[in-house]
């Protein structure tokens, strides 16, 4: 019988071992220090953006599949491609620049904005308003940290306009800034791009506008300052003249988050509760959306030249405060 050494995770808050998402990840030794600064990441961290757009996008692909009669899979791989493209689920032209769209509405844009577009993004705002919430313990623990007077800042690769919105629904004023990436159109010159650009674009600008009082202020970082480009996160170190040593990072997933704060020596809490879906939600996001071309690109991508230095594994946001 092979014995396996496992780390004891007990003082991690939970009580079980966990499988790792890869990429490998180290345990930090125990060092009191002072935190001045607390960088968190939102989706999956904060809250749960698949809770509002997984049954979005899964009613919109039953309704395109009973159109035109192609399978839900070779619609969601379609979109999945665009995904793919633009690094982000939320891509305001996403139904726009797919093959579906260029194959059958090309000559109709309009028509394909009426009968799929408006839908797909009104059925997304009604399931944010409805099922956008913050993980147990988020806003306590936000609010106890400015009381302590640690700074708070979320580094998100949400589009601003996205970021705009979740900001205003659940945690405005209760963050001291909140660093997102700029909403880019695609070039004229792109071989690939939306059969048509005004709904996404009065889109942007009616939500924009809708969030133009918010209390806590929105950094836009440029597109290729995505996790896990430190660029960013040294941006916003720059901006709140906090050190490495005196910031804690806390986030769910380690190929972007654990990473990034990697880079930088920062110590990191792994949000491990945020990796964890409902069944349908896990595939839809997980195999549905992943074009089969891009799954076995992956399999051979080279692992990152940086190891996770894990400080602390937690089951719920706020047993970060034992470690800040």
Same mark, same amino acid.
């Given at each position: 019988?092979?014995?396996?050494?496992?780390?004891?995770?007990?003082?991690?808050?939970?009580?079980?071992?966990?499988?790792?998402?890869?990429?490998?990840?180290?345990?930090?030794?125990?060092?009191?220090?002072?935190?001045?600064?607390?960088?968190?990441?939102?989706?999956?961290?904060?809250?749960?953006?698949?809770?509002?757009?997984?049954?979005?996008?899964?009613?919109?692909?039953?309704?395109?599949?009973?159109?035109?009669?192609?399978?839900?899979?070779?619609?969601?791989?379609?979109?999945?491609?665009?995904?793919?493209?633009?690094?982000?689920?939320?891509?305001?032209?996403?139904?726009?620049?797919?093959?579906?769209?260029?194959?059958?509405?090309?000559?109709?844009?309009?028509?394909?904005?009426?009968?799929?577009?408006?839908?797909?993004?009104?059925?997304?705002?009604?399931?944010?308003?409805?099922?956008?919430?913050?993980? +147990?313990?988020?806003?306590? /623990? =936000? %609010?106890?940290? $400015?009381? !302590?007077?640690?700074?708070?800042?979320?580094?998100? @690769?949400?589009?601003?306009?996205?970021?705009?919105?979740?900001?205003?629904?659940?945690?405005?004023?209760?963050?001291?800034?909140?660093?997102?990436?700029?909403?880019?159109?695609?070039?004229?010159?792109? +071989?690939?791009?939306?059969? /048509? =650009? %005004?709904?996404? $674009?009065? !889109?942007?600008?009616?939500?924009?506008?809708?969030? @133009?009082?918010?209390?806590?202020?929105?950094?836009?970082?440029?597109?290729?300052?995505?996790?896990?480009?430190?660029?960013?996160?040294?941006?916003?170190?720059?901006?709140?003249?906090?050190?490495?040593?005196?910031?804690?990072?806390?986030?769910? %997933?380690?190929?972007?988050?654990?990473?990034?704060?990697?880079?930088?020596?920062?110590?990191?809490?792994?949000?491990?509760?945020?990796?964890?879906?409902?069944?349908?939600?896990?595939?839809?996001?997980?195999?549905?959306?992943?074009?089969?071309?891009?799954?076995?690109?992956?399999?051979?991508?080279?692992?990152?030249?940086?190891?996770?230095?894990?400080?602390?594994?937690?089951?719920?946001?706020?047993?970060?405060?034992?470690?800040?």
């Amino acid at each position: 019988m092979v014995n396996l050494q496992l780390p004891n995770l007990l003082n991690f808050g939970i009580s079980t071992p966990v499988v790792s998402e890869s990429p490998s990840y180290r345990l930090t030794k125990e060092i009191n220090q002072r935190t001045k600064l607390v960088v968190t990441d939102v989706d999956g961290t904060l809250s749960s953006f698949w809770d509002y757009f997984v049954p979005s996008i899964r009613d919109t692909l039953k309704e395109m599949s009973h159109r035109s009669n192609i399978p839900v899979s070779a619609l969601a791989e379609d979109i999945g491609r665009v995904v793919e493209r633009h690094g982000t689920h939320e891509y305001p032209w996403l139904l726009e620049e797919t093959d579906f769209a260029r194959t059958h509405y090309s000559a109709e844009p309009e028509k394909f904005v009426e009968e799929f577009v408006k839908p797909f993004w009104r059925a997304m705002d009604e399931n944010r308003k409805k099922y956008l919430r913050p993980f +147990p313990g988020v806003l306590r /623990t =936000l %609010s106890d940290l $400015r009381e !302590r007077g640690i700074k708070v800042v979320a580094l998100s @690769d949400a589009p601003d306009y996205m970021a705009r919105i979740r900001n205003q629904q659940i945690f405005d004023g209760l963050l001291d800034a909140v660093y997102a990436l700029k909403t880019v159109e695609p070039e004229a010159s792109s +071989p690939i791009k939306p059969i /048509t =650009l %005004s709904y996404g $674009r009065r !889109r942007l600008q009616e939500l924009k506008e809708a969030t @133009d009082k918010l209390k806590t202020r929105l950094i836009v970082l440029p597109k290729d300052y995505e996790k896990p480009n430190p660029t960013g996160l040294d941006t916003v170190l720059k901006d709140f003249g906090a050190l490495p040593y005196e910031t804690l990072f806390i986030g769910d %997933s380690l190929k972007k988050d654990g990473v990034v704060a990697a880079t930088r020596g920062i110590r990191f809490i792994w949000a491990h509760y945020g990796i964890h879906l409902p069944v349908e939600y896990d595939d839809m996001v997980h195999n549905s959306l992943k074009p089969s071309e891009l799954a076995n690109r992956l399999s051979m991508d080279a692992k990152p030249a940086h190891t996770p230095i894990v400080k602390a594994i937690v089951a719920r946001y706020d047993e970060l405060l034992s470690h800040v």
